[in-house]
């Protein structure tokens, strides 16, 4: 499945360019394909070769590290770039054409049927989910990308029977040139404009994963978002579009008609069915399933079983204990102000909400405006957003307070949280700065909770 990759890579002088997990398995794959081929690794990180005995004894290998790491890139046929690096502030003129990635590598060269999955929040929750709906259905599926496995780690292993299903970040699409057979981008809003010069190029970027379609291929999307609306992106005939409500002159369509999931004119299935999936979130995430189990035929009843025997994963609206009669939720994952509006929306009961991180320029207002009218009695804010939210709130009905540390709101929470209620932590902005990452975050707060009794 992969000759035609390794022909094209054959006589290319390549750069990894940068070296966290992607780039690793970028070197993985080259070294075990071309055991004597020259390669090139440049990172930021000055520190990289540290316990690195591999790269240290490999005799075909050359590293950049350090401020400069990108000096000399335009003389590489070849720029295989990890999504966390970004060219905000570079000039990429020179070498713009060389730049590619794991992903379009693999669309391009791998005769792999590809289901992609995008979207500013529920990717990795909406991922896995098809993943288990293949899998339940006996077919030979792969989990790649953000919430699974870099693609090079298992692609010589890939058939003419494989899946791919493949999370997408926007920074994975920024310079892609094609694109998967079946595209879904769930929903976009303000986010990452720390790597992107504007919030239109954020928006370009999330629509790569269908922009080099072609009319036997297939996308799924949401109607309802207005970014995507404003984008004005020409759809195929093949698309599904993605409603809560009727769609007029649209083929294909998964709507709701009164208490169910519509799909092109077919009740499917009961939206009060019981799952552990929660929230209007969770259900727009299903109608997009229903799609791609129209599309490639699949067997709905089985696919239903499955969906309501999923769980959401760790850090989305996760539940994970009651002490003194509080449940408490992690929702580390909820990184922009609407997928806090959304837990809050979705779990019953939040009495006291953690809110606060890394400032990134996304706008507040809708977020505050929804803290002022909500059943939130009790708001801890954190560092350094939590600083605004803090100054925002100030003379409401509610208890406003303020923390330098995750440990001490907690403590806090403990204090104030009221028996037979719940209590959430749900950022509504990135870690960064302050953890190293939403993961990390989540994990300390679930071990405060736990263990500070």
Same mark, same amino acid.
């Given at each position: 499945m992969i000759e035609r990759l390794l022909k094209f890579l054959e006589d290319k002088k390549i750069l990894i360019l940068g070296f966290g997990m992607e780039g690793e398995s970028t070197y993985r794959f080259l070294r075990r394909n071309f055991p004597e081929k020259n390669l090139y690794i440049a990172d930021r990180n000055i520190n990289l070769l540290a316990n690195r005995?591999? @790269?240290m004894e490999d005799p075909y290998v050359e590293v950049s590290l350090g401020e400069d790491y990108l000096v000399g890139i335009e003389e590489y046929d070849l720029i295989v770039k990890a999504p966390g690096i970004s060219f905000k502030n570079v000039d990429i003129s020179e070498f713009k054409d060389k730049i590619t990635s794991q992903l379009e590598l693999f669309l391009e060269y791998a005769d792999v049927f590809s289901v992609g999955i995008t979207g500013t929040k529920g990717k990795s929750t909406t991922s896995t989910l098809i993943y288990k709906v293949l899998l339940d259905q006996g077919k030979d599926v792969f989990l790649l990308g953000n919430i699974g496995e870099p693609i090079f780690n298992d692609i010589e292993d890939f058939t003419d029977k494989t899946i791919a299903v493949i999370e997408i970040s926007s920074h994975a699409l920024e310079y892609v040139k094609k694109s998967t057979n079946i595209s879904i981008l769930l929903d976009v809003y303000e986010e990452h404009l720390d790597h992107y010069k504007d919030l239109n190029a954020y928006v370009t970027a999330k629509f790569n994963i269908a922009k080099f379609q072609t009319n036997?291929? #297939?996308f799924i999307y949401n109607y309802d978002n207005k970014l995507m609306n404003e984008f004005n992106f020409k759809h195929k005939p093949n698309d599904y579009a993605i409603s809560v409500s009727e769609i007029p002159n649209t083929k294909n369509k998964v709507t709701i008609n009164g208490n169910y999931i519509n799909c092109n004119g077919k009740d499917v299935m009961n939206i009060h069915e019981e799952m552990n999936l929660k929230g209007e979130h969770n259900l727009n995430n299903i109608m997009f399933v229903f799609a791609l189990l129209d599309i490639l035929k699949l067997d709905t009843q089985k696919a239903i079983e499955t969906i309501k025997d999923f769980w959401p994963l760790e850090h989305r609206m996760e539940y994970f204990a $009651?002490?003194?009669?509080?449940?408490?939720y992690n929702d580390s994952i909820a990184t922009i102000p609407e997928a806090t509006i959304n837990a809050i929306k979705s779990i019953? $009961?939040? $009495? &006291? @909400? =953690?809110?606060?991180? $890394?400032d990134r320029g996304v706008n507040l207002t809708e977020l505050i405006e929804f803290l002022k009218q909500c059943q939130v009695e009790n708001i801890i804010c954190l560092? !350094? &957003?939590? *600083? #605004? =939210? #803090? *100054?925002?709130l100030q003379g409401i009905n509610k208890n406003i307070y303020f923390y330098n540390k995750l440990e001490d709101a907690v403590k806090k929470a403990k204090e104030v949280t009221k028996k037979g209620t719940s209590c959430i932590l749900s950022p509504a902005a990135s870690s960064y700065g302050y953890f190293k990452n939403f993961e990390e975050r989540g994990r @300390? #707060? !679930?071990a405060y909770v736990i263990n500070n009794n």
């Open positions: 005995v591999d @790269l036997d291929d #297939y $009651n002490i003194d009669g509080v449940d408490y019953k $009961n939040v $009495n &006291t @909400l =953690i809110i606060g991180g $890394n560092p !350094k &957003t939590g *600083e #605004y =939210i #803090y *100054e925002s @300390l #707060y !679930k």
